[in-house]
């Protein structure tokens, strides 16, 4: 059998805040065994784990990986609205009139990631 993806890992400063950011854009629990101060943080969400690893080293270039939200019971504009609210930032807005495009923000500190359409706005 292949092997299968475990977890999206993702260097940060601090695990526990990331990870406790992260577990609430993805509405999914942090892991029992996490809390302040530790040096690494397991977000259960859906699919695969996503991961935080406390390391020195701040970040300094554009993500080589990022990760694409489609929002699953809310519009792509909902949930771009959502996540502003829980401390993301609007790096570029690539929304387009006709209602495609996607929304590229950053987490607190500073990872990239994009909102995409729903599956409903898709079809539509």
């Known amino acids: 059998m292949a092997s299968l993806v475990r977890h999206i890992t993702i260097d940060c400063a601090n695990?526990?805040?990331l990870g406790s950011f992260w577990a609430a854009v993805l509405e999914s629990p942090l892991a029992d065994?996490?809390?302040p101060g530790d040096p690494e943080a397991l977000v259960n969400a859906p699919g695969v784990g996503v991961l935080f690893?406390?390391?020195?080293?701040a970040k300094t270039v554009k993500n080589r990986v990022?990760?694409?939200l489609q929002p699953q019971d809310r519009t792509r504009d909902e949930e771009v609205a959502r996540v502003l609210e829980?401390?993301?930032t609007l790096v570029a807005d690539h929304r387009k009139p006709d209602g495609t495009g996607w929304a590229l923000?950053?987490?607190p500190e500073g990872n990239e990631f994009c909102v995409e359409r729903s599956a409903a706005e898709r079809k539509g």
């Open 15 to 17: 695990a526990y805040e």
């Open 66 to 68: 990022h990760l694409d």
């Open 105 to 107: 923000l950053a987490d």
């Open 86 to 88: 829980l401390g993301a």
């Open 33 to 35: 065994d996490d809390f």
């Open 53 to 57: 690893i406390q390391v020195p080293e």
